[in-house]
């Protein structure tokens, strides 16, 4: 049996312009995706999900034709696309599947799927090293998008990550501030759809000429600031520069206004983790809102 793991992600800035080449900052969390593998003498995959429970949400089979097609009864959305998968990976390496063998294949998550910590992006990576592809190239031929989850889901520490002429740039970066204890992760109860989000920021930003000069100094300063009055400061402005470029209110000024610390939204507007600083004192006034799910970062970051 084959085992593979993946980091989950949370990009703390440049979010919807890292698709147009701006400098992001990312950091890879302790919760990620597992993914075991076993050869079977069968012409078929049986595959597994299992969530963070331990139970399993998913399961399904697909026939290996001798065609080497992928051939379901499961027309269910997920199906569907662990197909697509499937056939992009057939296609990067023609030699991986064979018309007279199989797999049994489990896939295991260690977050709420709701969390919006990269489910895609750990799949993706731990299939691409299975199949010993390159996962950059199974994104794009699939789930698409600019990548950074997938350098996150191989990286253990935080990155700087840029696509330069589309492809990915990835550095190794230190980023320890010394307020981490006042940075925190709260949930928004919702589940965002990236793909959305990016579909939405193309057609905006379809017909303009983008400079991210600015959010790149941002994405610098954010890295190497060691006070946390400064780091509140640059979220502000971050949120401001987002907020022009996507036509879209800051998430403080829509539900926290009268909150004492510095709200960021993370990754596509509307859902998933948005960065609170504060005390653990503070965390109440989230709480008192309903948004019950609150991780430190000390918890959350690897």
């Not at 299975?130 to 789930?143: G, H, N, P, R, S």
Request: hydrophobic letters at 40%; charged letters at 20%; aromatic letters at 12%.
């Amino acid at each position: 049996m084959q085992t593979f793991y993946s980091h989950g992600k949370l990009l703390i800035s440049a979010e919807y312009a890292v698709l147009d080449g701006a400098l992001a900052l990312a950091l890879p969390t302790k919760f990620g995706q597992s993914l075991q593998v076993e050869s079977t003498p069968n012409q078929k995959i049986v595959w597994k999900s299992i969530s963070n429970k331990g139970t399993v949400w998913f399961e399904t089979e697909f026939i290996i034709d001798t065609t080497l097609k992928f051939i379901s009864k499961d027309t269910s959305d997920i199906a569907l696309r662990l197909v697509q998968i499937l056939e992009a990976i057939q296609r990067l390496n023609p030699g991986h599947f064979k018309a007279d063998a199989g797999f049994s294949i489990t896939s295991t998550l260690e977050f709420p799927e709701n969390w919006g910590l990269g489910s895609s992006s750990t799949l993706i990576t731990n299939l691409a090293e299975w199949a010993t592809v390159d996962a950059f190239k199974l994104l794009e031929l699939t789930f698409g998008g600019s990548g950074f989850d997938i350098a996150c889901a191989q990286h253990d520490s935080a990155i700087l990550y840029q696509l330069k002429s589309g492809k990915p740039t990835i550095k190794s970066v230190v980023f320890s501030p010394p307020f981490l204890d006042a940075l925190f992760f709260v949930h928004r109860n919702q589940k965002q759809n990236s793909r959305e989000g990016i579909k939405s920021y193309k057609t905006r930003t379809a017909n303009q000429t983008l400079d991210f000069s600015v959010v790149n100094k941002m994405t610098l300063d954010l890295l190497n600031c060691l006070d946390l009055k400064t780091f509140e400061s640059l979220i502000e402005q971050h949120e401001r520069y987002i907020s022009n470029l996507i036509q879209q209110p800051p998430l403080k000024e829509v539900l926290f206004s009268d909150y004492e610390g510095a709200i960021k939204s993370l990754g596509a507007w509307g859902g998933d983790f948005f960065l609170a600083s504060g005390s653990t004192a503070s965390m109440a006034y989230f709480e008192a809102k309903g948004f019950e799910t609150i991780v430190p970062y000390s918890e959350m970051i690897l």
